[in-house]
């Protein structure tokens, strides 16, 4: 759980203008993915239309979700498919960098849209942080009020409308995980709840929605499913099982090393239904399928039309799509865009007579609420009579003027399919590519810097027949109202200017985070729909047999790599001026001197060179070298500005800041960048602050340190800030590099896990450990039980033990052992602060050669002495530590430093003897 030195370091949010919902009763866009083209993709999207039902899946975290069953409801039977992820998987661990805590949620959140984005699916979140480890469901509802999430729950519920939910997650102590107990139990509530309009009103939550039927996930309990499919089914179009695609989607969670095979062959997945609202079978194991009882034909939704004459259009629309199928062909796709038209201008028919769209939740921001509107973005309020201004009323609403919900969700899914479908048969394509990768966002003031890009956009007509071209405009910018007729195999190329306020952020980080809650409210939209209104974007009106469509692209920086080839790099919307330091969180020896470098970055987003003044704000105790650095910044090319800063700070936490002078305003904030392959890339903002934690640490002689770096490890930055001589070693050159020159080595977090030649040289460490040195490792997993990784044998219980409250008592079992009192004695207030566990993956037993010197436990567990394990190793010594100092480290905890300290300074002679 956050607490500790985490609280006293904010991560302040840039305030960004509200988002702006867009315009109704607009043709709804046909988005296609650059690697869903072709006439397989074609294929797949007719067999789509008329299947409206919708599954919601609910769990805890990113990489909980059942992606084969996702993939096959998705890919294979081509219901609405959507998973519901309580948090972004803020609190756990990172395989690829060293991003944790809120940068880590952005990871695992882009991880998600890559997964759904593979296996057809949608994603929505609550707004819940992801505080870490928990154990049981009393001690996630200790942060997450539970009427808070479940209310969240329950919004999404009635903004999917589902006609199934499944939950993941038992909701049970066998679950393991607490926010996996949470997942289950919160997942059966919504769906007992969602149409209780008093607990949850409609107002702040939604239209009520009642969904048919809930379904566990039987993965693991086979002998309780009720229903199975065989999710290995081999799709012809896609050339692949839908759990093959499953697995490649299940690939996409790599900060987690979730890399999956993709086997053929049969594969089951197994459900266990709990209840219906539905005339399903009584008996739930003589259930045929998940969607037993449910209307889900098109006859059945020509039913809910509010005329027989509507009816009748329906009715004309699945024949029109029938007649597309029986013309689609592989080689002439065009064939079928004339049935697609009519299809679809009947289906805009029938929902516009209809009646209004229903009342749906959207977020105005700033502000941290969600309110109904109507289709014209106007909210829906009203006060009892005698009500006081503020005061909480119900709010009466006439839903009589409204669509059936039901129906409307059934018409915009078809439409949405058969847009996409006509697109594709069409063979219409659009890029928007711009020069530069930076766009500074506009500021309304006269004497602000260029603040626009000419963006090109170009249509192109791969298919056989003319289409119009309409309108083109980059977001609700410019825009072009001349139609152009665009002949087969023909391009039309146009230049517009983007500029527009919206900074490019992640959506949910725009309003900050309290505690265990981000601020920024849930609505109807999905979590991709969300991203894209902060993202900049071409829409071009194209007509094709005479239907009207919008087709959306993301705005991109286009070029060639040398190794990768062809790169798309999303166009982001940043501050003109942005302003940086290398770390939020930096040590230093209380009460020493200190002589340290102090690098600022600088970065202009302006088309032209922007002069800065580029300024130190110091705490107390400390001075520059100068008072400001003058410079010139290009365009786009981040600049490095060096400051020699010298002093001395007593203890505790002191605040350093920069800022960058331009055209009069200060700008003192900046952002990180998350970019790995297989996400997209991302910004965060923050201040440009640094927090220096001063740490009363005594050195030892003759300390010198050779680190092999490890998951998600600051240990070699926080060395190097105490004074401590540090040289990173790597781990394939351990066997030719001369190791006597440390007095210590240092192995990172789950370093055996990713690296083969660590595993190779652990011999030689051991031998070079044997002739006098001291070699520190920290946590590893399960492999550690591995013959041969460590001298003497541990064991694992599944699940691992480990202490997550951090406030948990730690007792030192013996306070005059050399580990606790040289060079630092070891005391309570060094377990004072701690960020969110005190260690992780705790063997459960061990040998006896091992000495302990720390016991702790969560309450009502055993205690346990793992923490720290050391033993004599010939005329060295060997260290194993459990203590989550890959989480104290990055956020200055002084124990955690102290502690660091202490386990680097051993020497064989420290130890003798086991407890």
Known sequence: MPAGLEAQVPRPSLTVPPFTAPPAGEPVDAMVPPRDLGSATLGAALEAIGTTTRVLMIGAHPDDEDTNLIAWLARGRHVETAYLSLTRGDGGQNLIGNELGD??????????????????????????????????????????????????????????????????????????????????????????????????????????????????????????????????????????????????????????????????????????????????????????????????????????????ALAAQLAQVQEHVRDAKAQYRANAPDAAVAPLAQALTLVRRVRDASGARPPVLRAALPGFTARLVN????????????????????????????????????????????????????????????????????????????????????????????????????????????????????????????????????????????????????????????????????????????????????????????????????????????????????????????????????????????????????PEGLVADSAARERTLEPDVALTISFMVRGTLPEGLHELSARAVHMGRAAQSGYYTIAYDHITPQRTYGASTMYLSAVPVTLRDGVRVGYIAGVSDDGIAALRALDIPVEELPADRIASTDLSRYSAIVIGPRAYQVSEALRAANPRLFAWAQGGGTLVVQYGQFEMAEPGLMPYPVQFTRPAARVTRETAPVTVLDPNASLMRLPNRIGASDWEGWVQERAVYMPSTFDARYRRFLAMQDPDEPMNEAAILAAPLGRGLYVYTTLALFRQLPYGVPGGARLLVNLVSARGGDVTTAR
């Open 103 to 308: 940068n880590l949620g952005v990871i695992r959140t882009e991880e998600l849209h890559a997964a759904r984005r593979l296996d057809g699916g949608r994603q929505y979140f609550t707004r819940v942080f992801d505080f870490g480890f928990s154990k049981n469901a009393d001690e996630s509802f200790e942060a997450w009020p539970r009427d808070t999430v479940l209310g969240d729950v329950v919004r999404v519920v009635r903004a999917f409308r589902p006609h199934v939910i499944v939950s993941v997650f038992s909701g049970t102590p066998r679950d393991g995980h607490g926010h996996h107990q949470v997942a289950g139990l919160l997942a059966r509530e919504a769906y007992d709840r969602a149409g209780d309009t008093v607990a949850f009103p409609v107002y702040t939550h939604g239209l009520p929605w009642e969904t048919a039927k809930f379904y566990r996930a039987s993965r693991f309990t086979p002998q309780e499913m009720t229903a199975r499919v065989n999710v290995g089914e081999y799709s012809p179009l896609f050339g692949r099982s839908y759990a093959e695609i499953a697995a490649e989607s299940r690939s996409q969670h790599k900060s987690q090393g979730f890399g999956a095979l993709q086997r053929r062959g049969a594969l089951w997945d197994y459900l266990k239904r709990e209840a219906t609202r539905a005339p399903a079978p009584v008996d739930a194991t003589t259930e045929g399928s998940l969607f037993d009882g449910l209307d889900t034909t098109w006859t059945g939704l020509a039913q809910r039309a509010p005329t027989p």
């Open 375 to 618: 289709a014209e973005g106007r909210e829906l309020s009203g006060r009892r009579g005698g009500a006081q201004p503020g005061e909480e009323v119900p709010v009466f609403l006439p839903l009589g003027d409204y669509a059936d919900p039901a129906l409307w969700d059934a018409l915009v899914l078809t439409e949405e399919r058969l847009a996409r479908a006509l697109v594709l048969a069409a063979g219409v394509a659009v890029e928007a590519t711009a020069p530069r990768r930076l766009l500074p966002a506009y500021e309304a003031r006269k004497d602000s810097a260029p603040d626009t890009m000419a963006v090109s956009v170009t249509v192109y007509n791969r298919g056989r027949q003319a289409l119009l071209v309409g309108g083109i405009g980059i977001g609700a910018g410019d825009t072009s109202s001349r139609s152009v007729l665009l002949a087969p195999d023909s391009a039309l190329t146009v230049s517009r200017f983007a500029r527009t306020p919206l900074i490019t952020m992640p959506w949910w980080r725009s309003s900050g985070r309290e505690g265990a809650y981000f601020r920024a409210p849930i609505d109807a939209r999905d979590d991709a729909e969300r991203q894209r209104q902060v993202e900049l974007a071409a829409i071009t009106r194209v007509v094709i047999a005479g239907v009207p469509v919008d087709v959306r692209v993301p705005v991109v920086n286009r070029f060639a790599d040398p190794v990768k080839g062809d790169q798309q790099i999303p166009v982001a919307v940043v501050p003109g001026i942005t302003v940086g330091l290398e770390r939020v969180v930096e040590y230093a020896r209380a009460g020493v001197s200190i002589e340290r470098r102090v690098r600022v970055t600088v970065l202009s987003s302006y088309p032209s060179p922007q002069p800065v003044s580029v300024q130190l704000q110091l």
